[in-house]
């Protein structure tokens, strides 16, 4: 019975996961959906990892973490790596004939 529940379930998310693609990708380049991915993955991994750290300090854990808060480190160097570069390249789109496209539509009064 629970191998039932479990496929039902996983088809039931499926389902959903195509929906949520198919809103997205009418609406958002592949771009910004990679970086709205990383963002989540950095949120959630980064709140699950001091929700750890809470809980080893609740237990009277008197030792380091490097382990843990190491890896909040890693994923904010990606993070970091994955807008910056996403930044550059809307810098490169937003420019037409050479200049800024905030320059071309800016009226001179």
Not at 35 to 40: E, M, Q, R
Request: net charge positive; aromatic share 14%.
């Amino acid at each position: 019975m629970s191998a039932r529940k479990g496929a039902a379930r996983r088809r039931k998310f499926k389902k959903w996961a195509f929906e949520v693609w198919s809103f997205a990708k009418g609406y958002l380049s592949f771009s910004k959906l990679l970086v709205y991915a990383v963002l989540y993955i950095d949120y959630k991994s980064t709140m699950t990892t001091l929700d750890l750290c809470r809980i080893s300090v609740a237990n009277n854990y008197t030792g380091s973490l490097p382990y843990l808060t190491a890896l909040i480190a890693f994923l904010q160097a990606a993070t970091a790596t994955v807008l910056s570069f996403s930044l550059n390249k809307s810098k490169a789109e937003n420019t037409t004939g050479g200049i800024t496209y905030d320059t071309a539509t800016k009226r001179d009064c």
